[in-house]
Every structure is written in C-alpha cells, then in structure tokens.
C-alpha cells in the first residue's frame, strides 16, 4: 500500500481535519453557529470531534502546547490515528489536513499518525478481503509547509510500511536468502548499493557465530552489506548499522518452552528490518551521510546437526565462545558482524535487535533498551530522538560485574549470563567484539505487538527506523 502526499492550499476532498490548540477557542474553522456550539460542547470531554454534514466530514483534533515538545507532536500522531479509524470506517480515502500557520509541525505529525494508523498488511489475504478500505491521499492543506518536508514525510511513511511488511511476512515466505533479495530489491529502489555473502564466502570469513547458529536449518545463511554513500557526505568515517536477522527463532534445541514463547518469532528479523529501511529512507532522500548496514541473517532450528549447548565455536574475531544456551543466538551472530563492521573503521556503530525477553521484561513495549560505550553527548542526541519521534531510549548500564556472569570455564567467554539483568549481560557480551563507539539498541519489547499501541498496528511496528532516522537527520 502507499499513501498519496500532496501539498495545495486549496481544500479538495470531503473529509478534512483541523487542529487547535485551545479547546475554547475553534476560529479559522468553517462552521455554522450551531456547529460550533456543538464542537464546544464535546470539547469539554474529547480530544477530537467531529461535525458530520453526511457530504463533508470536519474533524478537529485538540493538542495541548503545554506539555512537553514530544508529548505535543505524540498527541497531534495520536489524533491523526483516531482520525484514520474514522475514515477506515466511513470507507474515506482521501482526507485533507489543515496546517496551522502557527505551528506547521503539528499538522505534519497529525498526518504522519494518520498514514501511520493505516497500515494493513493485506497481502494474504483473498481478493474481496483486500478490498475492504485503504487510506489512498493526504493532501496538507492551509498554511504551506515546503515540498521538501512533505518529500521526506512520505518516504519516511514508505520506509516505516516497509520494514512492517518484512517483519509480518511469515518465515514460510521469508527465509534467509529472501530477506537479503528484499534488501537488494530496496536498494535498487532507494539507490544504496547490496551486496550479499553467501555460504562459502560467510565460512571464508570464519563467522562462526553465524555458522553455528544455522547448523540446525536446511536454508544457507546470508550476511547482506549495504551502503550508501554520497559524495556530500559530512562524515569520513562511516556509520554502521547492524541488525539482527534471524527469520525465525524456535530457540534450537534449547527449544523455546511454552506454546506462546514462539508463537511471534517471525519478528526476530526486525532489527534487520530497521536497518534496512532507515537506508532506504536515507538513499532515497539523499541523506548527505556515508552509511553501511550489515545484516547476518539465518533461521534458528533444532535440525540433526544443530549447534548444541556444550559447543565451542570460533568467532569472526578469532575469540572463542561456549555456547550454553542455543537460543541466545542473537548475541552469537551479531557479535560476526559487530568484528566484520572494525574493518570499516566506522565514526559510530549501532546494532538493532529484539535480542532479549529480559529488555521488553524490563520496560515494556513502550521504550527501546540502549546500551554502549559511545558516549554521553551521543546518548543524549539519540534520547531526544527518541522524545521527538516518540520511540523512547532508555539506558541500561555497561557496569564490569554485570560481565561475570558471562565468564566460561572453558572458552573466553559464553553466551548466557545471570537471568537476572538478562539485556545487559546480552550487551556485555557484544561489547567484547567491539573497538569503536557503539550503541546496541535491544527492540525486543516494542518490535511487534499483538494489539495495537495508536498507530503503532499491531504485528510489526517498525520501532527504531524513525527513532534513527530523525538522529541520522540530526547528524547530517
Ligand atoms: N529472540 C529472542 C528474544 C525475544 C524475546 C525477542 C521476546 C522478542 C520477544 C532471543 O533470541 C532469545 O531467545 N533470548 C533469550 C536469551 C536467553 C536464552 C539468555 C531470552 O531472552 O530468553
Ligand atoms: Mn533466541
Ligand atoms: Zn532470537
């Protein structure tokens, strides 16, 4: 599905929206005295109201500029998902939103929550069913907001369905081989350049990580190199994403216990997935940044020649791991592609991934887990990325003692840790395959739900491709 943007200050379609910021206060809205009387009246109880004339459909959406910056923009995303239900309902496609000249920003969030809220993931279902409703045109009208702005808003809608599709294609459609030709199709799109490593070229590398954990799946793994890399780049030295691909994972044969522990593990590609798309929004857009993006990507399965709890495997970096648990396999292939990223020399590497039951145990699906050693002034940057695009950073300590609990008694060092403070022993553990400055980002909690959160729909969410993205912005 994709979204029409369009900018003329001309009202076109029977449904229209408009946002103030005083709910005693509705002028510059074109309404009869009783209209108003009655928009008044609901104001008392709601955020959004709506004057149906059967023909024409107003809605007014209310944000309060009293709160904070963040909460703000989140209100005015949240009404714009309110606004899209309605729409779904009454069977609309096409709805103009009246920018306020006096703060334009809330009129692009307002519609960025709309097309947000309207995300389906129709593709299996049957022809009729596909019929049902889509949002189809977004025409910002009122005050004028610049083409750039709408530009950018409508790949950044484009970049977040993408990375939903991914994460909702069932391993049945997407294994490892499948994801890295996505990768390469949106490259070809987007203009960032893919290049995949297959088997042969994964064992030359000696990622034994990665290896080891596809032992027990009939697919072969892939590791995908992405880059983008313009010629204005304000960077030298590049910044590196690396996302956990795991298409699905059962736990091997440390096989994950109870019915419901599985039942979601198509979403343990989503790093991957974030990855991708913050590159795909970043080459469409002509980001002035020199970016690459690594992908180890495998199934993890309980096959007759599966990696087994007890194994000691070499890893890219030539350290040694013992594997006492088969599905704390994220940290094992990550840590492949975290020692292959040293090689780049990069400015700044940040890993993506739903790497922990312990990171969404810990905060919910309301925040993402960060941790690393890149220090405070890129923490901060990337915290009011966070409050700005409303995917909340919180920050798990790096503290030595946490690494105890990761010492072998046989190898330099194994993949589990103490239970307790699971998400930050998973990032002690990558820290060892790292020598630059490093943000891991644990999505375990908010990648996929299954209710949705406002206009993060349920199934994949896309969570972290616009939190990189307004950082990644920043940068630049
Ligand atoms: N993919 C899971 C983590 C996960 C859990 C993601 C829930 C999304 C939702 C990961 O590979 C895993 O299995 N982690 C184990 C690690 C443990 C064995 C040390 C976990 O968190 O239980
Ligand atoms: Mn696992
Ligand atoms: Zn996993």
New binding site residues.
Partial sequence: MKIQFSRSTQVRFEAKAYLIFDRAVLTGIPLTDNEATYALKQFEENELVIVNRYSELIFIAFADPLKSEGVFLEQCRKRGNEISGILRKEKISDIDIIIPSANPKTGLALAEGLALGSYQFLKYRSATDKKRWNLEKINLAGSDVSKTEIDLLAILIEAVFMARDLVNEPASHLNALKLAENFESMGKVAGFTTEIFHKDRIEALKMGGLLAVNLGSIDPPTFSVMEWKPADAKNTKPIVLVG?G?VF?T?GL?L?PTKD?MD??K??M?GSAVVASVMYFAAKSRLPLHLVALVPSTD?RPDGNAYAPGDVIYMHSGQTVEVL?T?????LILADALSFAKDYHPELVIDV????????MAIGQHGIVGMGNAGAQTFQALKQSGENVYERVVEFPLWEEYGESIKSDIADMK???A?EG??I??GMFLEKFVDYPWIHLDI??P??LTTSDHYRTKGGTASGVRLLIDFLKNMA
């Fill in positions: 956990k795991v994972d736990g440390s994950k522990s979601s593990m979403c343990d989503a993890n648990n599905d704390a396999e994220g940290r991934a739903t790497l922990t039951g312990s990171a969404a993949n589990i840790g239970r699971g998400a022993s998973a375990a909690g990648a996929f």
